[in-house]
C-alpha cells in the first residue's frame, strides 16, 4: 500500500479566489477575529497567519476580510475526492484539510508513481488548489509528512523513520497527551519519543501518543474510513469580486459543472435534471430549473445550455456565488461502439439540439407533432414532446398548413369569398359531431380555387350557415 | 460547346458555360419526375431560397416527398417559424414520419436564424427550413457556412417583393402559378444554368397519388 496525502494548508482562502485574482488583501478570520489564512497581496504587505485583525490593521487599511466557511471547505475536499476516483477507488477524507488516496494499485496502471502523481497535481490545479503532497506507506505518515514535509517520498518503512523522526511531537493531535506537553517536558521530536520506553511514556501520558507513532510506522492497523459519493452533486462556488454580467459569472459556472461531470463519470450517471441558483450579496437567490430530454455529462454542452438560458433570462446584479445541485440522474451505460461511428454520436447530439433551442426560446416554443385518432381538423393532430412515435391512423387529403383559428370569410349568395368569389373543386366533406368534449362541430368541408390560383380548405358551419378557411395547401 | 483548341488551352478548374458540375454532396429525389430529370433533385448541402408567388400553391408541396425520404432517416426535421401549423395528418399522409419534426417559435428574426444555424451546424438535422421573411444578408451568409459541406437539406420561404443586392444563396427557386397549374423557375443555381418553367402541373394530385 502506498498513500497519498494532500493537503491544503491554503484551503480556507483558495475556496474564494475563483475567477480573477483581487489586487487588494484579503484575510480569512475565524470567530476570535485571528486570522487564519491571507492572500499572497496580504502575505507581501507582511499579514501572517495567527496575528489579530488589529494588527493586520495596522499593515494595511484596505484590507478584506471573509469569515471562514468551513462547510465549503468540507464541499471543496468533497469535490476533490470525487475528482481523484479516477486515480483509485480508496479514497478518504481527514479533516481539516487532507485528502488520503492509496495510489499504490495504480501505479501499473499509470505506468509510474511518478506520472501518476503529476496527473494527480494537474488535476488539482484544475480545481484551482495549491497542494502540498507526500506519499508514505502509512496513511498516518503521510498526513504527517503532508503537513510538515512536502513533496516527501518513503516508499518502505525504512525510509519512513528518517522523515518522520525530525517531527515535531506537535504534529499528534488532541487525544488525552497534547503534542505541547510532551515538548514541553522537552520531548521535541518524534523520533525522541520513539526511543523513550514505552512503559514509562504510557505511565505519565497514556496510550495515545504511542498508539499514534505505532500507527505511523505501520506497526498497527490503521483502517481509513473511505469516503462514499453523496447521493446528489450539489457544490457551491463564490466569486472573488461580485460579478454584475453572464460573461463574469461563465467561468465559475464551468468549473462547477465540470465537477459535477466529473462526479457524474464516477457514478456512471448522467444529469437529466439540475438547479443551478445565484445568490447576489443581499443573499437573495434565483433559481433555474434544467430538465434535458437526454441524459448529459459533457461540460461543454451543459455550460452552453446555461448560459443561453441564462442570456435569455435577467440576472441579479452584484453575485456572490453560484450553486449547482442535480435533481435527477440516470445511469448512462458506455455503449457499445457502433460498426457506424456517426450514428452514435448521433443520438446524443439529437437530444441536445432539443435542450439548447429550448434554453434559449422557451420550453414551448420548440415541440413536435402527432396525428390523433379524431376526424375533428383541429383534434387531429397534437403538439407533442420532439422525438414522440406517431400512431398509424388511415387518413384523407388534407391540407399542408391548417390555421390555428379558422378565419371567418364573407359570401355572397353562399359563395364564399377570399380574395375575390372562390370556386369549390372537391367536397363537400361532412364531418360533425364531438358531444363527448363538449366541442360539438358540424361541417361541410371543400378544397376550393381563389381566383388567382391557391388552394385552400375552407368549411360551411351548416348550423350557422358561415364560411370559415380552415387550412392551406401549400 | 467550345472548340477543342480552346478547351484544351483552358485550365480544367474553368467552369465552362452550359457544361453542368453535380453537386459534390449528392441529391435527395424531390419526388417529381420533371425536377429530378432536369436537376436531379434538391441539393444537398447548399442553401436554396424559394420564393412563391402566392401562397397556397404547393409552394411548401414540393419539399414534402424529399422531406418523406429524409425522415427515414434518424435526424429531425426542423421547420422554424412555419406561418401556419404544419398539418401533421398531411405530413404523415405523405409519408413523412411526424416523429422526427420539430417545430421552433421564435420572438424575433434573429432568433429564428439562430435556430436555423443551431439546426445546420447540430449534425442532427436532416433538413432545416425556415420561413424567415425579413432575412438578412449576413444572416443566410452565416446558413450557408453553416450548411457547407452536411448532407443537410436547408431552404428558407421568403416573400417575392424583397430583393437583396449580394444574395450570397447559392440556389434560388421561384413558384409560381400559370394556366392552373405550378411552375417551378430556378434562375440561379450552382454549378448550372438558370432554367425555368419546370411544371409540375397536377402537384397536389401527384403527392396524394404517390404516397396514398
Known amino acids: ?66 469569515h471562514r466557511n468551513k462547510n465549503q471547505e468540507i464541499k471543496k475536499l468533497e469535490e476533490v475526492a470525487i475528482s481523484l476516483f479516477k486515480y483509485s477507488s480508496q479514497i478518504s477524507i481527514r479533516l481539516p484539510s487532507s485528502v488520503l488516496v492509496e495510489i499504490g494499485a495504480s501505479i501499473k ?175 437573495l437567490q434565483h433559481d433555474f430549473k434544467f430538465k434535458l430530454s437526454v441524459p448529459s455529462r459533457n461540460t461543454k454542452n451543459l455550460t452552453h445550455l446555461v448560459q443561453e438560458r441564462l442570456n435569455r433570462e435577467s440576472i441579479p446584479s452584484r453575485i456572490e456565488s453560484v450553486q449547482l445541485r442535480s435533481i435527477q440522474e440516470i445511469a448512462i451505460t458506455p455503449s457499445n461502439h457502433s460498426l457506424l461511428p456517426h450514428e452514435e454520436q448521433c443520438e446524443l447530439n439529437r437530444g441536445h439540439l432539443i435542450d439548447q433551442l429550448q434554453a434559449r426560446l422557451g420550453e414551448n416554443s420548440v415541440y413536435g407533432i402527432t396525428v390523433c385518432a379524431d376526424h375533428r381538423p383541429e383534434k387531429s393532430w397534437r403538439e407533442t414532446i420532439p422525438g414522440n412515435h406517431q400512431q398509424h391512423i388511415k387518413l384523407n387529403h388534407r391540407p399542408s398548413w391548417l390555421l390555428r383559428i379558422p378565419k371567418a370569410l364573407t359570401s355572397a349568395s353562399d359563395i364564399p369569398h377570399l380574395r375575390g368569389p372562390l370556386t369549390i373543386i372537391d367536397g363537400p366533406e361532412r364531418i360533425e359531431t364531438g358531444w363527448w368534449d363538449d366541442q360539438d362541430i358540424k361541417r361541410d368541408y371543400f378544397i376550393a380555387l381563389t381566383q388567382d390560383h391557391s388552394q385552400v380548405w375552407i368549411y360551411k358551419d351548416t348550423t350557422s350557415n358561415h364560411w370559415f378557411l380552415h387550412g392551406i395547401f401549400a | 460547346m467550345a472548340s477543342p483548341l480552346l478547351q484544351s488551352i483552358l485550365p480544367t478548374h474553368i467552369w465552362k458555360g452550359k457544361e453542368h458540375k453535380l453537386n459534390p454532396l449528392g441529391y435527395v429525389p424531390s419526388g417529381f419526375t420533371n425536377i429530378d430529370e432536369s436537376i436531379h433533385g434538391w441539393p444537398l448541402g447548399t442553401l436554396m431560397e424559394i420564393v412563391p408567388h402566392q401562397i397556397g400553391i404547393g409552394e411548401f408541396s414540393i419539399l414534402i416527398p424529399a422531406l418523406a425520404r429524409l425522415s427515414q432517416d434518424s435526424r429531425w426535421i426542423l421547420l422554424v417559424c412555419p406561418p401556419h401549423i404544419p398539418y401533421a395528418p398531411f405530413l404523415s399522409r405523405m409519408g413523412v414520419d411526424t416523429s422526427k419534426v420539430i417545430i421552433t417559435h421564435a420572438q424575433n428574426i434573429n432568433d429564428a436564424g439562430w435556430c436555423m444555424e443551431q439546426g445546420l451546424r447540430s449534425n442532427s438535422c436532416s433538413a432545416v427550413i425556415g420561413w424567415i421573411p425579413q432575412i438578412t444578408e449576413k444572416m443566410m451568409r452565416r446558413l450557408q457556412l453553416a450548411l457547407e459541406a452536411k448532407k443537410v437539406l436547408g431552404a428558407f420561404f421568403t416573400k417575392p417583393m424583397t430583393t437583396y443586392k449580394n444574395n450570397p444563396t447559392p440556389w434560388r427557386i421561384i413558384v409560381r402559378q400559370a394556366d392552373n397549374e405550378t411552375l417551378i423557375d430556378i434562375p440561379k443555381r450552382r454549378g448550372g444554368s438558370p432554367i425555368s418553367g419546370i411544371s409540375i402541373s397536377n402537384l397536389l394530385h401527384q403527392t396524394c397519388c404517390g404516397f396514398a
Open chain 1, 1 to 66: 500500500m502506498l498513500w497519498l496525502c494532500l493537503s491544503f494548508p491554503n484551503l480556507p482562502i483558495d475556496i474564494f479566489s475563483i475567477g480573477e485574482e483581487t489586487k487588494e488583501p484579503v484575510v480569512i478570520i475565524e470567530s476570535t477575529n485571528t486570522i487564519i489564512a491571507s492572500n499572497n497581496t496580504s502575505q507581501h504587505f507582511g499579514i501572517k497567519n495567527g496575528m489579530t485583525l488589529s494588527a493586520a490593521y495596522v499593515l494595511s487599511n484596505f484590507i478584506q476580510i471573509k
Open chain 1, 109 to 283: 496502471l499509470f505506468r509510474s508513481t511518478q506520472h501518476l502523481t503529476n496527473q494527480i497535481a494537474k488535476t488539482i490545479t484544475d480545481l484551482g488548489l495549491h497542494a502540498h503532497t507526500a506519499l508514505s506507506p502509512t496513511p498516518l505518515g503521510a498526513i504527517w509528512l503532508s503537513r510538515y514535509r512536502t513533496n516527501t517520498t518513503a516508499f518502505t518503512i525504512k525510509d519512513l523513520s528518517q522523515y518522520i523522526d525530525p517531527l515535531p511531537t506537535s504534529i499528534i493531535e488532541s487525544g488525552n497527551t497534547s503534542g505541547m506537553q510532551l515538548h514541553d517536558v522537552g520531548i521535541k521530536t518524534i523520533g525522541q519519543l520513539a526511543r523513550i520506553p514505552r512503559s514509562a511514556v504510557t505511565q505519565r501520558w497514556g496510550t495515545y501518543a504511542l498508539d499514534q507513532l505505532d500507527r505511523a510506522f505501520g506497526k498497527k492497523p490503521d483502517p481509513q474510513r473511505p469516503f462514499s459519493l453523496p447521493e446528489h452533486f450539489n457544490s457551491e462556488i463564490s466569486l472573488n469580486l461580485p460579478a454584475s454580467s453572464v460573461e463574469e459569472i461563465l467561468f465559475g459556472i464551468h468549473r462547477i459543472i465540470q465537477s459535477m461531470t466529473t462526479y457524474l463519470q464516477v457514478k456512471q450517471r448522467g444529469v437529466i435534471q439540475f438547479e443551478l441558483s445565484i445568490v447576489n450579496e443581499e443573499k
